[in-house]
């Protein structure tokens, strides 16, 4: 079946400092990427969609400047939080997808110190 | 706008009974729907879907969900619970509008009693 790779699972790092998260589709190309969040015990929230080769698109209240994505190419998307401070701690969840139905990565915990 | 609703917060079953977690729908037009799993620290796996033809749909792991075009509901069903099916159940539909994008309903913890 269908593989997404998220990379990396776990990411503690200090308040200020830019993180880097990337998302693979293994054997599909994926012609859209979603990002999601998600706090404890809650759903996920879709924070941006990117197509390959076009500027992602955010949700309502989700920050560009702040949540940056690029989807450079059919299998490699990549949301970097920039700055990060506490209150971005949270596990951040890529989905690819060529046809529905959509494909889940692993997830990163993000951990802001 | 297409919504799902996800009833229940959590729902206990002893192993070996038959399990059902709810889900009822809103959408213009025919509806697209999905159920996903969560276990902890992990992303979503995808379950089973419908989109048209037998109301009961058959997924992965023993799991199969009835649509009923009447109640708008897209119940999961397992007639065995294992203990291991005991993680974050969400349903989810297909918004129609940008980039056919999945909204997720709140999730339902399901809790496998051995």
């Known amino acids: 079946g269908a593989v997404v790779s998220q990379h990396p699972s776990w990411v503690i790092c200090k308040s200020g400092t830019s993180v880097k998260i990337e998302c693979r589709s293994l054997?599909?190309?994926?012609?859209?990427m979603f990002w999601y969040r998600q706090f404890p015990k809650q759903s996920l929230m879709l924070m941006a969609t990117?197509?390959?080769?076009?500027?992602?698109?955010?949700e309502q209240g989700v920050e560009k400047d702040k949540f940056l994505i690029n989807h450079a190419s059919l299998t490699l998307s990549t949301l970097t939080v920039t700055s990060a401070h506490p209150e971005d701690s949270s596990f951040y969840i890529c989905?690819?997808?060529?046809?529905?139905?959509?494909?889940f990565g692993d997830g990163t915990r993000l951990s802001i110190l | 706008a297409q919504s799902v609703a996800q009833p229940e917060d959590q729902v206990n079953v002893a192993e070996g009974n038959p399990l059902t977690v709810k889900c009822t729908y809103s959408?213009?037009?025919?509806?697209?729907l999905f159920w996903y799993v969560q276990y902890p620290n992990r992303g979503l796996q995808f379950l089973l879907k419908?989109?048209?033809?037998?109301?009961l749909v058959k997924g992965s792991y023993g799991f199969e969900a009835e649509f009923n075009k009447s109640q708008t509901s897209f119940h999961l069903k397992k007639p065995s619970a294992l203990v291991s099916d005991s993680a974050l159940y969400f349903c989810?539909?297909?918004?129609?509008?940008?980039?056919?994008?999945?909204?997720f309903g709140k999730g339902t913890r399901l809790h496998i009693l051995p």
């Open positions: 989810a539909v297909r918004d129609r509008g940008r980039d056919d994008k999945i909204i």
């Open positions: 959408v213009s037009g025919n509806p697209y």
């Open positions: 054997d599909f190309q994926a012609t859209t």
């Open positions: 419908y989109i048209t033809g037998d109301n």
């Open positions: 989905s690819a997808r060529a046809a529905q139905p959509q494909h």
């Open positions: 990117s197509n390959e080769g076009s500027k992602a698109t955010y």
